[in-house]
């Protein structure tokens, strides 16, 4: 079945830049996505990106996806404390029921 | 109510116990899931609907039922419970089903069978 992988954790200084990666396996994915998971809260959607795109930019927030190597990562710039959460990548088909979560990259942020 | 919510918030409950964890949206969204999250496995999906008066299976179904009576409500139940499934409880909803549409999460709750 389809498999969604990441880091489970990614420590970074206040002020630098962030990236998280993901890797999938399902070569039908359509729809790629970040979501965030604030401590005791549910997930809220960052940002998504179509399988035809190769960027998204979104003020602080950049989606790269390679595509050939099944891969997509999220560049936060000027990364702040209130960046500290659980980041989920998450892939879904025109098709397909499910959306396929990774197991999440917990993202501290030191001051 | 705005958006989706989820009761209890948490809940510590006697294995063999049967449990129902309430879901409320108020979007008039037509898809509905609900997902647990484990640590290092991330969400996987128990139950969906895509619309009021279906249900279908998802990942890890074994040990839930769900129904849809209506397009707001979407009740997940444990009829017996076992300590694996202590877990943290996401109820989700979209527009519609498929690929593309946003789904938004409930609080969760939290669930702790002993």
């Known amino acids: 079945g389809e498999d969604v992988e990441q880091s489970l954790f990614l420590s970074v200084r206040e002020g630098d830049s962030s990236v998280i990666n993901c890797t999938y396996t399902?070569?039908?994915?359509?729809?790629l996505y970040w979501y965030k998971q604030e401590p005791g809260a549910g997930l809220q959607l960052l940002t998504y990106?179509?399988?035809?795109?190769d960027m998204k930019q979104d003020q602080r927030l950049t989606v790269l996806l390679n595509k050939k190597d099944k891969h997509l990562s999220l560049r936060i710039a000027d990364t702040q404390t209130g960046d500290s959460a659980i980041y989920f990548c998450?892939?879904?088909?025109?098709?397909?029921?499910?959306?396929?979560f990774g197991p999440g990259t917990r993202l501290s942020v030191l001051p | 109510i705005a958006g989706i919510t989820q009761a209890p918030t948490s809940q510590i409950l006697a294995a063999g116990r049967r449990m129902t964890l309430r879901c409320t949206q108020d979007?008039?969204?037509?898809?509905m899931y609900w997902y647990r999250q484990d640590l290092g496995l991330g969400l996987r999906l128990i139950h969906y609907?895509?619309?009021?008066?279906?249900?279908g299976k998802g990942e890890v179904p074994d040990g839930y039922s769900v129904s849809r009576a209506n397009t707001d409500d979407f009740p997940l139940t444990l009829a017996s419970a076992v300590p694996s499934q202590t877990s943290v409880y996401f109820c989700?909803?979209?527009?519609?089903?498929?690929?593309?549409?946003?789904?938004?999460f409930g609080p969760g709750t939290r669930l702790t069978v002993l």
């Open positions: 399902d070569s039908s994915s359509t729809y």
């Open positions: 998450a892939e879904s088909s025109n098709y397909g029921q499910n959306f396929v």
């Open positions: 979007m008039r969204h037509n898809a």
């Open positions: 989700a909803s979209s527009m519609t089903g498929g690929g593309g549409n946003e789904q938004f």
């Open positions: 990106i179509f399988s035809n795109m």
């Open positions: 609907s895509n619309t009021a008066g279906t249900t």
